[in-house]
């Protein structure tokens, strides 16, 4: 983790956002939407 922060990644308010909108999503089309997001970057911490 000190590494990925030294490369200031992961982009925290990206993936706070992230997660805040897959909570607060009402419907099935949005939580699909917001977890897409959430998986890239997941994706982008396992490339690095």
Excluded at 10 to 30: H, Q, R, V, W
Excluded at 33 to 45: F, H, K, M, N, W
Aim: charged fraction near 25%; avoid cysteine; aromatic fraction near 6%.
């Amino acid at each position: 983790m000190p590494r990925l922060a030294k490369k200031e990644y992961p982009p925290i308010g990206l993936g706070g956002k992230a997660i805040i909108a897959f909570y607060n999503s009402t419907t099935d089309e949005e939580k699909l939407a917001t977890s897409g997001s959430l998986r890239e970057i997941l994706r982008q911490i396992d490339a690095s």
